[in-house]
């Protein structure tokens, strides 16, 4: 994606929270824009028509009315239209992205991973979400997964911060230091 297209993106993601938000609309419109994009991944070939320059607007539009008038709430087949109008119909995915974004913001809730060498106990589950929450000050939704090739340690990414602590990237580390290190 094209960076104005993210910029833009944000754009419409944002004016359209603000009138969810000011409308008391917020978990409806995020239900709306959860149904487009199930639809859009579940079906490529809508988004290749959307996309398609030779298919016209009023084609793009009577498409969007006939999969969405009875699946989703009017202001939201309103928007959608409105994206076709501007010819932002590529960025739709985005900007459902980005809404989610802002309302995970708002209810102050956030996606977790942690990456383990052997699976985490419920016990340990439990006690590093409650860590994850006390210093990022969120919800932490938290999702595990296990890699074997980290060796041990936790690798957990938080939003947009990593924090690795497994042993592989520990002896990497090292292994490092000892190439720079002189012996005399």
Do not use: C, W
């Not at 239900?31 to 793009?60: F, Q, Y």
């Not at 076709?84 to 980005?98: H, T």
């Amino acid at each position: 994606m094209k960076s104005g297209e993210m910029q833009a993106a944000r754009r419409y993601a944002r004016a359209l929270f603000g009138m969810a938000l000011e409308r008391g609309e917020v978990e409806e419109i995020a239900e709306g824009l959860t149904t487009v994009t199930d639809t859009a991944l579940a079906s490529p070939e809508l988004m290749n028509v959307l996309h398609h320059p030779r298919i016209t607007r009023t084609r793009k539009k009577e498409l969007l009315a006939h999969v969405f008038d009875n699946n989703v709430r009017p202001d939201i087949a309103h928007f959608l239209i409105l994206l076709v109008d501007k010819d932002r119909a590529v960025i739709i995915p985005n900007v459902a992205r980005e809404f989610k974004r802002l309302l995970d913001e708002h209810r102050r809730e956030t996606d977790a991973e942690a990456v383990s060498a052997v699976p985490l106990t419920p016990e340990q589950h439990s006690a590093l979400q409650q860590k994850l929450q006390a210093a990022t000050g969120y919800t932490v939704r938290l999702t595990t997964r296990v890699d074997e090739n980290i060796l041990g340690g936790l690798i957990i990414r938080v939003g947009d911060r990593l924090i690795d602590g497994s042993v592989a990237t520990q002896l990497q580390s090292m292994r490092e230091q000892l190439k720079r290190a002189k012996v005399t």
